[in-house]
């Protein structure tokens, strides 16, 4: 736990990610992260460690890539929090939504475990319940 940080510190935080993957910068967006941090896709979709690791995976964004935060909640007494996203290319039709779990150890991300989903690239078109052809629903649930 990090009694020192703090709501508005945990969104600074994700501002900064999203700011540093913008701009394209592994090594920034990297020193985000603790020496040792794990960033995953459970349960087996991938896992990066540590800082060498994590700017290997952040070196190839390309241009245009964004995330975009729509919302964000961090408990501080347990030092953990957690984000509800898009990240995505600007000028692309599908981006991935999701959310992530993140543990934050002395103001920096020590765990980040995201789940996702392809979909359009909007946020409105992909949380819409109009104009869908549900898999599951009422009239084929069991």
Known sequence: MDSQFRSA???GLLDALADAWAR?????????FT???????P????????RDQLRAYFSPLAAGTYLDIHRAWYDEESGFGSVEFTFGTRGQPRASHGM???????????TWREYQAQGPSSFADFTATEGKDWRWHVGNYP
């Open 43 to 50: 349960p087996d979709e991938q896992l990066f460690v540590g």
């Open 9 to 11: 510190d945990f969104r």
């Open 35 to 41: 020496a040792d941090a794990s960033y995953m896709e």
């Open 24 to 32: 394209r910068d592994a090594e920034a967006a990297a020193d985000l």
């Open 100 to 110: 992530a779990v993140i543990r934050v150890v002395d103001g920096l991300i020590a």
